[in-house]
């Protein structure tokens, strides 16, 4: 004798009606639920996110490492000749350089990908890689400490910026400088 099952359908095969993200919110807001907040949901948030923010937010994280470069650079110089900066003489070298390098890092962070940008970065790289090596090795004592802080931070941020040929390129050409002109940068 054959036994027949009758197959019962399970409570994960009943499948309930698919609706849209719209008639979700349709009929939630119908119903006057109290827990249902009015307004977006939160994926239609998170596509709100402005491109803007993003870059402000890519910019910040590249000033803030920047500035500090900068104020150890001005530290560092100084302990180099001697000189021991106070308070008021680093807040006024941050006061006056960092605005310029927050507008400078957020506007070439915008536009790293373009080929112009590359080859003026590039440029300015070994013409600011050449101008330190020559302070470094011939520079007076103030002109090393009023010049070299800016300059050191600017060659960096020129060397992150670049794709790595160039970035290459540039230091050996500023290498090339050196020792061509027999510059001695350690005593």
Known sequence: MVERRTMVPSVSAVQEPILSKEEKWRLMQESDHPQVPDGPGVDEIEEQDSPLAEEIFNAITMIVPFSFLLLMMEILIRHQYGKHPGLDVLVERMVSNVPILALLIFYTMRYKEHRRLQ??????SVGIGCRVTYLLSRGSLYVNIRQIPPLCTL??????????????LNLATVAAYVWWNSLKLLR
Request: hydrophobic share 70%; charged share 5%.
């Open 119 to 124: 080859i003026g970065l590039f440029l300015a």
């Open 155 to 168: 060659w960096i941020y020129a060397i992150v910026q670049l794709e790595l040929g160039p970035a290459l």
